[in-house]
């Protein structure tokens, strides 16, 4: 077994220190960029789905704008979602139906002065 180990050359026996850091560096990143991101997400998918049950179960028809938006309001306390501007829904009317739509954008720091920008732009009907 030992002349096995004593053919390889002495740079292929394993991880570098470089190779480490370097793997360290990414899974760090990769880590920080998701912690950050995915909860925008999690809080945009939220949102669609309270502006989706309200739309199918018929109660967005008979709401006005400022309603559908209270309504919204009272689902994210709940639910402490706290950086979300209801100015970004709006409802309307087509044919009788109920339209919502759901359009903004986050931004998220990511490191220092760089900044990740997530555009949503949803039409629930």
Same mark, same amino acid.
């Given at each position: *077994?030992?002349?096995? @180990?004593?053919?390889?050359? !002495?740079?292929q026996r394993g991880f570098?220190?470089? +190779?480490?850091? *370097?793997?360290?560096?990414?899974? =760090?990143?990769?880590?920080?960029? +998701?912690?950050?991101?995915?909860?925008?997400?999690?809080?945009?998918?939220?949102?669609? +789905?309270? !502006?989706?049950?309200?739309?199918?179960?018929?109660? &967005?028809?008979?709401?006005?704008? !400022?309603?559908?938006? +209270?309504?919204? &309001?009272?689902? @994210?306390?709940?639910?402490?979602?706290?950086?979300?501007?209801?100015?970004?829904?709006?409802?309307t009317r087509n044919n009788?139906?109920?339209?919502?739509?759901?359009?903004?954008? /986050?931004?998220?720091? @990511?490191? !220092?002065?760089?900044? =990740?920008? =997530?555009?949503?732009?949803? /039409?629930?009907?």
């Open positions: *077994m030992n002349s096995k @180990l004593s053919s390889i050359p !002495a740079g570098s220190k470089f +190779g480490l850091i *370097m793997t360290l560096v990414v899974l =760090v990143c990769g880590l920080t960029f +998701g912690l950050k991101v995915v909860p925008v997400y999690i809080d945009h998918n939220f949102v669609r +789905g309270i !502006a989706e049950s309200l739309v199918e179960s018929g109660r &967005a028809a008979t709401l006005t704008q !400022a309603e559908i938006r +209270g309504e919204i &309001a009272n689902s @994210l306390r709940v639910n402490n979602i706290r950086e979300f501007d209801l100015n970004s829904v709006t409802a009788g139906a109920a339209v919502i739509t759901v359009v903004y954008e /986050r931004r998220v720091p @990511l490191f !220092a002065n760089v900044d =990740v920008v =997530v555009s949503f732009d949803d /039409r629930i009907e």
